[in-house]
C-alpha cells in the first residue's frame, strides 16, 4: 500500500513537472515581467521580455520603445565585447525606425536618433558615409530642428573622417558651417558651440586666407556675409586687408560690439596700422559697459601714442586707465615711458635731478609688480656721493624736472660689489 502511493506520488509530481515545462509565458506576463525586470535593473532579463513584446504586439504601447532603448544601453554598458556590443546597438537602432513607423517622427525622438547613432557609429569609420548622409538628410530637412549637440556631432564627424583620409565634400561643409553658425547665433549660443565649431571646420577643412578671401570675401557689405568672413579671418590670423576692412566696417556701423572693435584694435596695432587701431578703440569705448572695459581700451590707445612716440599723450591714456581700473599693464607702460626720457629731461640740471626720472620710473613698476623693471630703474638711481656733493638729503621730495612734472622721494643707487 504505502509502496503504490509512493509510486503514485513521483507519477503525479513528473506531470506537473512536464505540464509547468510547456507552459508559455503570455504577452500579459511578459508585459508584467517586463516591468519588475526594468525596475530589478535586471537588463538581460527585461530584454528577453522586451523583445517577446516587440515581436507579438509592435503597437502595444510606446513606452516599450522608449524604455527598450535605454534597455539595450544598459547592456551596451556591461559588456566589453565588440560584437555584443554592435548587436545591441543595431537592436536599439531598430527600435528607433519601428518607432518612426508606427508613431510617427517628431523632432525631439529624430535629435534622440541621430544623437545615438552618432555615438554608436563614431568609432566607426567605415560607418561614416552613411552617418553623414543622415547628418545631411536632417540639416535639410529642418536645421532649426536639430539639437545643438547635433550640430556640433556633424563637425566631430567631419574631422574625423579627415583624420582618416576620407574624403569630405569641402563646399557641403562649408554650406553647413555657414548654416549651422548662423543658426547657432540666432538660437543663443550658451555653450559656446560656435567657437567650438569653428576649431573643428579647420581640422576638417583645409583652409588659408587666401581661400577664405575667395569663399567668404565676395559679398562683404551685407551683414551677415562681412560677419562671417570676418570671424574666418580672426581665426586664421589673417591680415586684415581691404576686404576685411570694408567687412569691419559694415559690422561695427551695424551692430558696433566692444569685443569686436577691440579684436580689430590690437590686430591693427600689431599691423601697424595705428589710425585703424585708434579709430576701432573709439568705437570700443562707446560701448563699453563697465570701467574696467574702459580701462582696457585707453591702454591700447597710450600703446599707440607709444608707437606714434606721443608720450605725453600715452602718458594721459595711461593714466585714464589707471582712474578706471588698477590696470598693471598701464603703470608698467608709464615706468617704461620714464625710462625713456632720461636724455629729453637732461637740460641744465644736476646729475641728481637728472637722475629722479629713474626714481619715478621705479615707483611705476613698483605699482606694476614689475620687479625686474623696479631692479633696471633703481640700478639708475643717484649714488649717496653724487646726493651729497650736490647737497641734497636722502628722503627728501623733489618734482622731477621734465615732461610729466611728478614728486618723488629721493633714494640712493644700492652699491654693488
Same mark, same amino acid.
Request: hydrophobic fraction near 35%; aromatic fraction near 12%.
Given at each position: 500500500m504505502?509502496?503504490?502511493?509512493?509510486?503514485?506520488?513521483?507519477?503525479l509530481?513528473?506531470?506537473?513537472?512536464s505540464?509547468?515545462?510547456?507552459?508559455?509565458?503570455?504577452?500579459?506576463?511578459c508585459?508584467?515581467?517586463?516591468?519588475?525586470?526594468?525596475?530589478?535593473k535586471?537588463?538581460?532579463?527585461?530584454?528577453?521580455?522586451l523583445?517577446?513584446?516587440?515581436?507579438?504586439?509592435?503597437?502595444?504601447?510606446?513606452?516599450?520603445y522608449?524604455k527598450?532603448?535605454k534597455v539595450?544601453?544598459?547592456?551596451?554598458k556591461?559588456?566589453?565585447?565588440?560584437?555584443?556590443i554592435k548587436?545591441?546597438?543595431?537592436?536599439?537602432l531598430?527600435?528607433?525606425?519601428?518607432r518612426?513607423?508606427?508613431?510617427?517622427?517628431t523632432?525631439?525622438?529624430?535629435?534622440?536618433?541621430?544623437s545615438?547613432?552618432?555615438?554608436?557609429?563614431?568609432?566607426?569609420?567605415?560607418?561614416?558615409?552613411?552617418l553623414n548622409?543622415?547628418?545631411?538628410?536632417?540639416?535639410?530637412?529642418?536645421?532649426?530642428?536639430v539639437?545643438q549637440s547635433?550640430m556640433?556631432?556633424?563637425?566631430?564627424l567631419?574631422?574625423?573622417a579627415?583624420?582618416?583620409?576620407?574624403?569630405?565634400?569641402?563646399?557641403?561643409?562649408?554650406a553647413?558651417?555657414d548654416?549651422?553658425?548662423r543658426?547657432?547665433?540666432a538660437?543663443?549660443?550658451?555653450k559656446?558651440?560656435?567657437d567650438?565649431i569653428?576649431?573643428?571646420l579647420?581640422?576638417a577643412v583645409?583652409?588659408?586666407?587666401?581661400?577664405?578671401?575667395?569663399?567668404?570675401?565676395?559679398r562683404?557689405?551685407?551683414?551677415?556675409d562681412?560677419?562671417?568672413?570676418?570671424?574666418?579671418?580672426f581665426?586664421?590670423?589673417c591680415?586684415?586687408?581691404?576686404? /576685411?576692412?570694408?567687412? #569691419? &566696417?559694415?559690422?561695427l556701423?551695424? $551692430?558696433p560690439?566692444?569685443?569686436? @572693435?577691440?579684436?580689430? =584694435? !590690437?590686430k591693427s596695432?600689431?599691423?601697424?596700422?595705428?589710425r585703424?587701431a585708434?579709430?576701432?578703440?573709439g568705437?570700443?569705448?562707446?560701448?563699453?559697459?563697465?570701467?574696467?572695459e574702459?580701462?582696457? /581700451?585707453?591702454?591700447? #590707445? &597710450?600703446?599707440?601714442?607709444?608707437? $606714434?612716440?606721443?608720450?605725453?599723450? @600715452?602718458?594721459?591714456y =595711461? !593714466?585714464?586707465?589707471?582712474?578706471?581700473?588698477?590696470?598693471?599693464?598701464?603703470?608698467?607702460?608709464?615706468?617704461?615711458?620714464?625710462?625713456?626720457?632720461?636724455?629729453?629731461?637732461?637740460?641744465?640740471?644736476?646729475?641728481?635731478?637728472?637722475?629722479?626720472?629713474?626714481?619715478?620710473?621705479?615707483?611705476?613698476?613698483?605699482?606694476?609688480?614689475?620687479? !625686474?623693471?623696479?631692479a633696471?630703474?633703481?640700478?639708475?638711481?643717484?649714488?649717496m656721493?653724487?646726493?651729497?656733493?650736490n647737497?641734497?638729503?636722502l628722503g627728501q621730495?623733489?618734482?622731477v624736472?621734465c615732461?610729466?612734472?611728478e614728486?618723488?622721494?629721493?633714494?640712493?643707487?644700492?652699491?654693488?660689489?
Open positions: 504505502n509502496k503504490s502511493i509512493a509510486t503514485l506520488y513521483v507519477i509530481l513528473t506531470a506537473v513537472s505540464l509547468a515545462q510547456t507552459h508559455q509565458p503570455t504577452l500579459e506576463d508585459k508584467l515581467m517586463f516591468q519588475d525586470y526594468y525596475y530589478l535586471d537588463w538581460e532579463k527585461a530584454k528577453t521580455n523583445e517577446f513584446i516587440i515581436q507579438n504586439s509592435p503597437n502595444e504601447e510606446e513606452k516599450y522608449i527598450g532603448v539595450y544601453e544598459k547592456l551596451i556591461s559588456t566589453k565585447d565588440k560584437e555584443q548587436e545591441y546597438q543595431q537592436k536599439a531598430d527600435l528607433y525606425q519601428q518612426f513607423t508606427i508613431y510617427g517622427k523632432d525631439q525622438i529624430q535629435n534622440q536618433f541621430l545615438s547613432i552618432y555615438r554608436y557609429w563614431i568609432n566607426q569609420p567605415v560607418r561614416y558615409d552613411s548622409a543622415l547628418f545631411q538628410e536632417r540639416f535639410d530637412e529642418n536645421l532649426s530642428a539639437s547635433n556640433l556631432a556633424y563637425f566631430d567631419m574631422r574625423r579627415k583624420k582618416y583620409k576620407q574624403t569630405v565634400d569641402e563646399a557641403s561643409v562649408l553647413n558651417y548654416n549651422i553658425s543658426e547657432l547665433r538660437q543663443g549660443d550658451e559656446g558651440y560656435v567650438k569653428d576649431k573643428m579647420l581640422e583645409a583652409l588659408n586666407c587666401d581661400k577664405i578671401g575667395e569663399i567668404y570675401g565676395q562683404v557689405t551685407e551683414l551677415d562681412a560677419k562671417r568672413y570676418l570671424n574666418m579671418v581665426k586664421m590670423d591680415e586684415i586687408n581691404e576686404k /576685411a576692412e570694408q567687412a #569691419l &566696417a559694415v559690422v556701423q551695424n $551692430e560690439e566692444y569685443k569686436l @572693435a577691440m579684436y580689430a =584694435a !590690437k596695432i600689431i599691423d601697424k596700422r595705428l585703424d585708434q579709430k576701432y578703440l568705437i570700443a569705448l562707446q560701448q563699453a559697459q563697465d570701467p574696467s574702459e580701462s582696457d /581700451a585707453y591702454l591700447e #590707445l &597710450a600703446k599707440t601714442m607709444t608707437l $606714434e612716440q606721443k608720450k605725453q599723450e @600715452a602718458h594721459k =595711461a !593714466k585714464l586707465a589707471i582712474s578706471k581700473s588698477s590696470n598693471k599693464e598701464a603703470y608698467k607702460l608709464i615706468g617704461n615711458l620714464y625710462m625713456s626720457s632720461f636724455t629729453e629731461c637732461i637740460g641744465e640740471k644736476d646729475i641728481v635731478a637728472r637722475r629722479a626720472v629713474f626714481i619715478a620710473a621705479y615707483d611705476k613698476f613698483k605699482m606694476a609688480n614689475d620687479t !625686474k623693471g623696479m633696471t630703474a633703481a640700478a639708475q638711481f643717484p649714488s656721493e653724487e646726493i651729497h656733493s647737497l641734497y638729503e621730495p623733489m618734482v624736472d615732461w610729466f612734472k614728486e618723488v622721494i629721493l633714494a640712493k643707487r644700492v652699491a654693488t660689489e
